[in-house]
């Protein structure tokens, strides 16, 4: 079973950038289109922010679009993805989280808190 470990989160003003990043114990996840989630203080549903497919193709939530970048690192067998994200905002606040698409796998991560302070 692949588990995932994200890293990266951190305390940030407005305007300032991070780098998220998703290492799996398993090359299996190598196969999978690939996303971020966040989920936000008070709800429980996780929303899709970025995704990344095995050709390359890319996708974002509309509040995403021109401030984070999701990518992926293939130069080791585990290949580590990535999320950047720039000009933050209070409302990028949460935690996010990597797993596969269509579906995700049934197991999480802990995911890494982001905190965007105003």
């Known amino acids: 079973q692949v588990q995932l470990v994200e890293s990266g989160g951190g305390l940030v003003e407005t305007g300032g950038s991070l780098r998220l990043a998703c290492t799996p114990t398993s090359s299996l996840f190598n196969v999978y289109n690939k996303a971020w989630y966040r989920q936000t203080p008070g709800n429980q549903a996780r929303e899709l922010v970025a995704s990344i497919r095995s050709d390359g193709s890319t996708d974002y939530a509309d509040s995403a679009k021109g401030r984070f970048t999701i990518s992926r690192e293939s130069a080791k067998d585990v290949a580590v993805l990535y999320l950047q994200m720039h000009n933050l905002k209070p409302e990028d606040t949460g935690n996010y989280f990597c797993?596969?698409?269509?579906?995700?796998?049934?197991?999480w991560g802990r995911g890494t808190e982001v905190t965007v302070s105003s």
């Open positions: 797993n596969a698409v269509d579906p995700p796998f049934t197991s």
